[in-house]
């Protein structure tokens, strides 16, 4: 099989609005709705566990809480959980985005840090770094959410929800948003989840059989060698074919 010509045609398929809707949910169909960073961001965090239970849980949330007093945010989202995340939880996400966008945006924090050395890891700690300065809260549900600062990339968490944050972004087609214009879609990492993992062990793109941060470099690198400037193209497609069990 030529794997390369197999996942061609799979991308080809799968570019269309038709694929997300609300038969065939992702995070990202609400996303769509809004448009807006901060609220994909959310999206993109809460985006764990069973696909309908997660765009069940983002159709119950008021984005609008992002421009209201910490107060209001509170008592808004006081009764809404959603697996590791307690109400307190949440609260703070809500309430340390609308800090944040006081004074700056999640883009420009992005930027700042990634311009550097064109290190999307590095602008995704910055991101981390501060929205937890902007509204200091622990818990072990908040830090799961947040995700912690990659120091390294060998036995370390994929960052699998903030690369797809990125994905949708960065990347402009009939699936992602392309609202960020400043990074290089080439400088993206896969966000590597089980179905990505599995899927692309079993096709011979992946030889790394520890799951972590590592193991997404590896697998871009791999599919950089079928498009080296737009390597994420095949994120949806390698996804679908895990998740509908298609090989």
């Known amino acids: 099989m030529d794997i390369k010509k197999r996942l061609d045609a799979e ?3 799968r570019n269309t609005q038709n694929e997300i809707n609300e038969n065939n949910p992702d995070p990202i169909l609400v996303a769509h709705k809004y448009r807006n960073p901060a609220v994909s961001l959310i999206c993109a965090l809460f985006a764990y566990g069973n696909v309908n239970q997660i765009v069940k849980f983002l159709h119950s949330l008021d984005f609008s809480l992002l421009n209201e007093d910490d107060t209001v945010i509170e008592n808004a989202l006081k009764n809404h959980y959603y697996r ?3 109400a307190a939880d949440i609260s703070a996400l809500f309430i340390a985005l609308k800090r944040l966008h006081v004074n700056q945006t999640l883009e420009e924090i992005f930027q700042n840090a990634y311009d550097e050395n064109k290190s999307v890891i590095e602008g995704i700690n910055a991101l981390i770094q501060r929205l937890n300065s902007l509204y200091v ?3 072990r549900g908040y830090t799961f959410l947040l995700s912690k600062v990659s120091t390294k990339t060998k036995g370390t968490g994929a960052l699998k929800r903030w690369m797809m944050f990125l994905r949708w972004m960065v ?4 699936i992602d948003m392309g609202l960020w214009k400043g990074i290089d879609k080439a400088d993206l990492i896969m966000p590597l989840d089980t179905h990505t993992f599995n899927v692309s062990r079993r096709l011979g793109l ?3 059989k520890t799951y972590d941060l590592q193991a ?3 697998l871009t690198n791999k599919l950089k060698t079928f498009d ?3 390597p994420l193209k095949y994120d949806f497609a390698l996804y679908r074919l895990g998740q509908e069990k298609l090989l």
Not at 171 to 174: A, E, F, K, Q, T
Request: net charge neutral; glycine share 0%; hydrophobic share 30%.
């Open 11 to 13: 991308v080809a398929k």
């Open 84 to 86: 590791f995340q307690t």
């Open 137 to 139: 809260h622990h818990s």
């Open 171 to 174: 990347r402009d087609d009939n």
């Open 206 to 208: 992946l030889k790394r």
């Open 216 to 218: 997404a470099i590896e």
């Open 228 to 230: 080296a400037t737009d």
